[in-house]
């Protein structure tokens, strides 16, 4: 069984969707992967698509999601980025909750950074999620 991660800022617009579309890429389809937003935007940051794009990961065609609580009990992993007490918690879930700058109305020289500090987030993530598994 595939383990399955969820992350959550309140837009997923940004933050939540490009951790989403970095695990896709580098997990080869060995982890689940969702991301939702306690308050969504409309559509995905343009900047965050424009930062991911240099990384070569397509997060387009992604639409943000609202958080609901069958998708948090779904997760093994719930990551947070800045959702505060709008995350509900269940017990025997791994939580982290990761401290990073919200690229809403940032530059692209703002944006790469908090791009390059959740890839490597992710890519931590990634190593411990098949190291647990068989």
């Known amino acids: 069984m595939k ?3 969820l ?6 617009a940004g933050r939540s969707q490009m951790a989403a579309g ?20 409309e559509q995905i ?11 070569g990961i397509d997060i387009a065609g992604n639409v943000p999601k609202i958080l609901t609580i069958e998708a948090v ?9 800045g959702c505060g007490d709008a ?5 025997g879930k791994r939580y982290e909750d990761w401290q990073l ?10 944006v790469r950074p908090i791009r390059d500090e959740i890839k490597a987030r992710v890519e931590h993530l990634l190593a411990e999620l098949l190291l647990a598994r068989p």
Request: proline fraction near 9%.
């Open 3 to 5: 383990p399955s991660v």
């Open 7 to 12: 992350f959550v800022c309140v837009h997923n």
């Open 22 to 41: 970095f695990l896709t890429a580098l997990s080869e389809e060995r982890v689940d992967v969702f991301s939702a937003g306690s308050e969504p935007k």
């Open 45 to 55: 940051n343009p900047v965050a698509i424009a930062a991911m794009a240099e990384e």
């Open 73 to 81: 009990k779904q997760a093994d992993v719930v990551i947070t980025m």
């Open 87 to 91: 995350c509900p918690i269940f017990p």
């Open 101 to 110: 700058d919200d690229p809403a109305g940032q530059g692209i020289e703002s």
